[in-house]
Structure formats: C-alpha cells, structure tokens
C-alpha cells in the first residue's frame, strides 16, 4: 500500500512539473518580427503601388509579411513612371526553423528594417505633337497596305 501511494505521489509531481514546464513555455511565447519597408523618392511626394496595391506618397514606410521580390511602382506628375524589381531577403533570424523560434518561444520584438531608394525620377519628356502625327499618319498608311499572299 505504502509503495502504491509513494507511486501515484510521483506521478503527480511528473505531471505538475510537466504542467509548469509547459506554461512556462507557452507564457513566453512572446516573440515577434516586425517587418517594414522604407521607400523613399527623389522628388518625394511619388505615389507608390507595391506589387500593383497602392500604398501612399513617398517618403513612406509599410510593414510587410514575406520575403522575396517586390515590384514598386513610382508615379508623379510631370515625371516618368517608374518600375523596379526589389528583392528584400530575410535575415538570419529569419531562415526556415530558426524563424519559429525567433517567432514564438525568444521574448522581444526583432524590427527587420529595409530602405530602399531614394529613387531618381526623370522628367516627363514632353512629345513634339507633330513627330506624333507624322508617326500615326505613317502607321495608318501601313495599315491600309494590301498584304501580298505567300
């Protein structure tokens, strides 16, 4: 009887401490990664599409969740639309397996910070309304060309 009662007493402090082992674990699953990007132009004030969904004006920074390249697009009047193809690669805290524990169980806030730019955008290069007419006249001209069978 003694041995029976000695065996249950120490299940149950197996339990309990695989019980307070496992709220310490789960109560420190306090990790986070912020991610955001900072775009910025010159001149500023470009509205910015990141992967064709419309962000805001330039100098301007937006969180973001994956990795991998993004297409941004700069637009303003008077200059040209611009397109570039940026890759954001994620840190080391950030890699498969690792991610998770950086992201769950190590306490804090890790901030993964990209800037990119500033970029350059060119002035609209006004067309000579004359060399555009030229051109339509000779493309309607084409156009209407009989095409000769083979």
Known sequence: MTNMCCHNGKKLLLTAALLLIGAIVLGGCTG???RTMTIESDPPGALVS???????RTPLT????????????????????????EPVRAPWY???LIDLAFETVVPGTRRDEHHLGPYQLQPAVPSDPQALL?????????AALPVEPE
Request: aromatic share 14%; glycine share 6%.
């Open 134 to 142: 030229q051109r339509a006249e000779a493309m309607r001209h084409e």
């Open 94 to 96: 950030q890699w498969p």
């Open 62 to 85: 937006t969180q973001f969740t994956h990795y991998g390249t993004y297409r941004i697009r700069l637009q303003q009047s008077g200059y040209q639309t611009l397109t570039v193809y």
């Open 32 to 34: 986070r990664v912020v």
């Open 50 to 56: 990141v992967n064709d969904n419309q962000v805001g």
